[in-house]
């Protein structure tokens, strides 16, 4: 595509090419006609002229980095604005950055060793001018072509006695998968939260891959908080015991358990390398967690049968859950057609995301709950299905970039939305059961992009209707405390009017109405793992569906009404299987097992199929593809099979399509393909991460979430991936439509 800029002058700057584009700015090769060299040109594109949050950022980095004079952090030559368009020129680094380096796999100690000695000074000296990076990470350190590395994108840096939102008009930013805790828990940050991520960038370095991996933003930041780093020699034989310690101290969960600063990170780093038998004697045995490894075959139980799947039994009320293991059925069996190999994508993604906004607090008892989960894999265990072999004469598709689909993380994932300011937010009014809320407008809080305060649509989506759900971190009302929590909120898309339908000190996350418009299920963790309930779609007579010790997410219904079907972490090892309940908690029953990670499964309209994301790796996010099991057959047929991350499948309203969400390590984007696995197209693709998408009822229109904006908001769309309008300014996801209830 031909760019506009280039071939023009800028300011006195001769464009001649792009060199990089991400969700802020797109950077151009230039020279400077007065010193006759190649500078680069970062320019704010047009569509975010009129963004106050951008031009704030773009502003701020400018501000920021003229007070940083260090060799190692790239200098700014000159700022200015062509035809209202600000440009920012820096130092050109002509040898990419460590991400591109990071492509052909992991570096040596030694090399990574070079890298940090350069790094840890100019991190250090920033933070001395209290300057706190916030999104360091390997795109974000360039070249020279003499190996030297310089830190860069100070676009959301902050000072270190700014607020929280002191670039954002709210929320949480920076990159998920650098994050530290503390800084995706939306708390104060110092300059140990940079180390954090410096401690990332090392174990990324060193194995050739990220310590935490999933199908969402949100997904990624719960992993931060929660879950203890895989053991880096698991992954890297090679790396010494004593460099594993030295990057497990940096990715201490508590600020104070790393090191104080970079240098000092630094110099341990040395000593690990260099002088190894030093480490044992200086620092703390830190013991991590290893990876889940693969568990052996529980013993077969015998169990009663259930009737099967494609004649569901009469639905049945007054039940309760009884907080036992979910009966098996003993003779269903996965067949397995040949995977279908793909159609090749018709896009690559942008690169660079300029991060993304989130997140929330995490409750102790959910962080208790992961890491006892993570530890102890000696409870109780079911007979699995037949094991399918899902990799089995596999083609690979070539594919653009991809992702969000889930698992245990993306479920306790939406545990932590994006901070926002919670003023003038419609809460929930009604406790009682079978109480009807009083909502509360909030017409200033939803607006269109580049609209402030002014709640319609566009007139290309005026004719949008019906109700959306989706979960938002809200504060408790009448309360002092700055807690915030999860809670799940419907917007009425014709008169903006909020209603909050969950009001509680547990986050409530992944909602989802039943196809009588009547209840909405989601998950819970008040009593520290999740659970699945379900409430009326005007908050009252909330009900538990599953009662049990282990992590039960993303609850989906049958076409009938009478199933809801969900992925639970029997075992404790991170791989969900399927199970399906009554919406009283009644016959719960295994659907799918195949001791690999299965989740975000819906049905097709007709109920004979069920849609999921599957992979081989809890952690492995590249083994995640898009599965479709016929309940009358058994059989599973892969409908994705690459080295992408392949997520949230949900069918279109008529059943011939299938929406889902691809990543390609930076950023998500939305695809959709033909229900057969053919035919596969991207439909969307912002500058930032898109995610969690889901059709209208009469499939006329899509509602997603995206950071495009720098913070993660809700869209709306046509289904055919045009005409996208921003139809929330204070954050929120993982969104859908309540059906339209019948009138007798």
């Known amino acids: 595509m031909t760019d506009e800029f280039i071939g023009q002058a800028i300011g006195g700057y001769d464009v001649e090419r792009v060199i990089g584009r991400g969700g802020m700015a797109t950077v151009y090769l230039a020279r400077q006609q007065s010193m006759n060299r190649h500078v680069a040109l970062k320019v704010l594109p047009k569509q975010f002229v009129n963004d106050d949050t951008y031009l704030q950022r773009f502003e701020r980095e400018v501000a920021i980095v003229s007070k940083l004079e260090h060799r190692n952090i790239i200098p700014v030559y000159d700022y200015g604005e062509h035809d209202g368009?600000?440009?920012?020129?820096?130092?050109?680094?002509?040898?990419?950055?460590?991400?591109?380096?990071?492509?052909?796999?992991?570096?040596?100690?030694?090399?990574?060793?070079k890298f940090v000695a350069q790094i840890a000074p100019a991190l250090d000296y920033a933070h001395l001018k209290d300057v706190l990076h916030r999104d360091l990470k390997p795109s974000n350190v360039l070249l020279d072509d003499d190996g030297g590395a310089f830190l860069t994108d100070f676009g959301i840096a902050r000072l270190a006695g700014d607020g929280v939102s002191a670039i954002t008009t709210?929320?949480?930013?920076?990159?998920?998968?650098?994050?530290s805790p503390e800084q995706a828990q939306g708390k104060p940050l110092d300059g140990r939260s940079d180390l954090y991520a410096l401690g990332v960038m090392l174990f990324e370095m060193l194995t050739g891959r990220r310590p935490f991996e999933s199908e969402t933003p949100y997904s990624i930041a719960v992993m931060q908080v929660t879950t203890p780093p895989p053991?880096?020699?698991?992954?890297?034989?090679?790396?010494?015991?004593?460099?594993?310690?030295?990057?497990?101290?940096?990715?201490?969960?508590?600020?104070?358990?790393?090191?104080?600063?970079?240098?000092?990170?630094?110099?341990?780093?040395?000593?690990?390398?260099?002088?190894?038998?030093?480490?044992?004697?200086?620092?703390?045995?830190?013991?991590?967690?290893?990876?889940?490894?693969?568990?052996?075959?529980?013993?077969?139980?015998?169990?009663?049968?259930?009737?099967?799947?494609?004649?569901?039994?009469?639905?049945?009320?007054?039940?309760?859950?009884s907080g036992s293991m979910p009966s098996v059925p003993s003779n269903r069996t996965s067949r397995l057609r040949q995977k279908r190999s793909s159609n090749p994508l018709l896009s690559v993604f942008m690169g660079g995301a300029i991060g993304c906004g989130l997140l929330g607090v995490m409750v102790v008892l959910g962080i208790v709950a992961v890491l006892f989960l993570l530890s102890n894999n000696d409870g109780a265990q079911v007979a699995p299905t037949a094991s399918a072999d899902l990799t089995a004469n596999a083609e690979v598709p070539s594919t653009a970039d991809p992702l969000p689909t889930q698992d245990a993380t993306e479920m306790a994932a939406l545990a932590i939305l994006e901070t926002r300011d919670a003023n003038n937010q419609a809460t929930l009014t009604a406790v009682a059961e079978n109480a009807t809320p009083t909502p509360q407008a909030t017409d200033s809080i939803f607006a269109p992009i580049g609209v402030r305060g002014t709640p319609t649509l566009r007139p290309a989506l005026s004719g949008v209707t019906g109700t959306i759900l989706f979960a938002d971190r809200r504060a408790e009302p009448d309360s002092d405390s700055d807690v915030q929590t999860f809670e799940i909120v419907s917007l009425n898309l014709e008169n903006w009017i909020e209603t909050q339908l969950t009001n509680d000190t547990s986050n409530n996350t992944f909602p989802l109405a039943s196809p009588d418009g009547k209840w909405v299920a989601y998950q819970s963790d008040g009593d520290g793992d999740n659970e699945i309930y379900v409430v009326n779609t005007l908050g009252g007579q909330r009900q538990r569906i599953t009662n049990n010790d282990y992590e039960d997410y993303l609850a989906s219904w049958s076409p009938d009404g009478q199933w809801i079907l969900y992925s639970a972490d029997v075992r404790g090892d991170g791989l969900y299987d399927l199970y399906r309940t009554r919406p009283t908690g009644q016959d719960t029953e295994l659907v799918f097992s195949n001791r690999q990670r299965n989740s975000h499964a819906r049905y097709s309209p007709d109920g004979r199929y069920i849609v999921f994301a599957t992979g081989e790796a809890a952690l492995d996010a590249s083994t995640w593809d898009i599965a479709l099991l016929d309940t009358e057959t058994n059989e599973v047929e892969m409908l994705t099979n690459n080295n992408v991350r392949d997520g949230s499948p949900v069918f279109s309203p008529d059943g011939e399509q299938i929406l889902y969400i691809s990543y390609n390590g930076t950023n998500n984007a939305i695809f959709v393909m033909d229900v057969d696995g053919t035919n596969a197209r991207l439909l969307y693709d912002s500058a930032g991460s898109d995610w969690a998408a889901n059709y209208s009822p009469d499939g006329e229109f899509i509602v997603f979430s995206s950071n495009v904006t720098g913070d993660d908001q809700l869209f709306l769309m046509q289904s055919d991936g045009s005409n996208v309008q921003q139809i929330t300014s204070m954050g929120g996801g993982y969104a859908s439509w309540i059906p339209q209830r019948e009138t007798n």
Not at 170 to 179: A, N, R
């Open 85 to 113: 368009l600000p440009f920012i020129v820096m130092r050109y680094m002509p040898s990419g950055s460590i991400d591109d380096l990071l492509l052909d796999g992991p570096m040596s100690p030694e090399q990574v060793l």
């Open 170 to 179: 709210q929320g949480v930013v920076g990159t998920p998968s650098y994050m």
């Open 231 to 321: 053991n880096l020699r698991a992954i890297n034989p090679l790396v010494s015991q004593a460099v594993e310690k030295v990057v497990l101290k940096s990715l201490s969960k508590k600020a104070d358990d790393r090191y104080p600063t970079a240098v000092a990170l630094y110099e341990a780093l040395k000593t690990a390398i260099e002088s190894p038998e030093k480490m044992m004697d200086t620092e703390p045995n830190l013991q991590p967690l290893p990876l889940p490894s693969s568990m052996q075959q529980p013993p077969y139980q015998q169990v009663s049968q259930p009737g099967p799947m494609n004649s569901p039994p009469p639905m049945q009320y007054g039940g309760v859950s």
